[in-house]
């Protein structure tokens, strides 16, 4: 199941920049971003009520449920969008990579969870290897005095992400499943989403074109609806610094796609890049050698 859940993230979330370029255009991204996590809430609503598990949680947990809302569904999308103007998408790429560390840290200090050095190690080389993927990209960017301002909203983003993972972790310690503290997160971020639109005068608009609602159904219900619930599921399942490291995978399968659809040409350095990622992602899954041994000690024989 956990390998399943792993390979479902992997392969929705690498192929939502599809969806997300195809929304480009008339409607402004915020409210792109609303309608996205609005639908994907009522999918989720319907679908708790539909299976008699829709209930309001308790006052301590909504709690929760808001703050992972807001930074899951809401600052993390808009700290990563205005990034995108000053830094390339593969910088933004290597700097959302570093949930993996940043979860790993957060665990320990938030919920005293041992940091696992193969973790880190993986992570770091995962990230070496996004680095070299992404290389031609990041040498043709020019440093301007915008680039440290993409590089801190790239950061927040990447931590707001965080944030939210460490939400999800404590909820489901509580007994919270994700696809209940899902459906009120979204419901919260996208009325969030809404209302700063009203406030900084962004102007109502929607793109009633097959184009659009299709990229959009796309985002709600498998880049949302079904993303979030198995990542975040993960999160709990795995531990949310193993389940990050499939932030460095994203980017490995929307290359593959892109060399598909977009004729992307793999370059030497691209694939020694994608040579580090999957052997970091070996280093974060690989179990340790003591628990092994004394997991084969312990095994009934058959």
């Known amino acids: 199941m956990n390998l399943f859940l792993y390979v479902l993230t992997v392969l ?3 192929t939502t920049w599809i969806a997300l370029k195809l929304q480009l255009g008339v409607v402004p991204i ?8 609005a639908l994907a809430a009522a999918v989720l609503f319907a679908w708790l009520a539909i299976t008699g598990r829709l209930k309001r949680p308790d006052a301590r947990a909504m709690k929760l449920i808001a703050a992972q809302g807001v930074c899951l569904f809401c600052l993390n999308f808009i700290c990563f969008l205005h990034a995108s103007r000053f830094i390339p998408s593969g910088l933004v790429a290597v700097l959302f990579s570093t949930a993996t560390v940043w ?3 957060n ?3 938030f919920l005293g969870r041992p940091l696992a050095p ?8 995962g990230m070496l290897g996004l680095a070299a993927l992404f290389w031609p990209e990041l040498t043709r960017h020019d440093a301007s005095p915008g680039t440290l301002t993409g590089l801190a909203l790239g950061l927040a983003g990447t931590l707001c992400f965080s944030a939210g993972n460490m939400l999800s972790t404590r909820l489901q310690a509580l007994g919270h499943a ?4 899902n459906a ?5 971020g996208s009325t969030v989403l809404a209302l700063g639109c009203g406030v900084a005068g962004v102007g109502w608009a929607f793109d009633p074109s097959p184009t659009y609602v299709g990229a959009l159904l796309y985002l709600a219900i498998p880049g949302s609806v079904i993303g979030f619930t198995a990542y975040l599921t993960l999160v709990g399942r795995l531990g949310p610094e193993r389940a990050a490291y499939s932030t460095v995978l994203f980017p490995v399968v929307a290359l593959n796609v892109s060399a598909w659809v977009e004729g992307y040409q793999w370059t030497a350095p691209a694939l ?3 040579v580090l990622v999957m052997a970091g992602n070996v280093i974060v899954f690989r179990k340790p050698k003591a628990a092994s041994a004394a997991a084969a000690v312990t095994a009934p024989v058959r």
């Open 12 to 14: 929705i979330w690498g």
């Open 30 to 37: 915020p409210w792109s971003i609303a309608y996205r996590f």
């Open 103 to 105: 979860n790993a840290f």
């Open 107 to 109: 665990a320990r200090v």
């Open 118 to 125: 193969r973790v880190l190690a993986g992570s770091a080389l």
């Open 178 to 181: 994700p696809v209940v503290t």
């Open 184 to 188: 009120w997160g979204m419901l919260i």
């Open 272 to 274: 020694l890049g994608l």
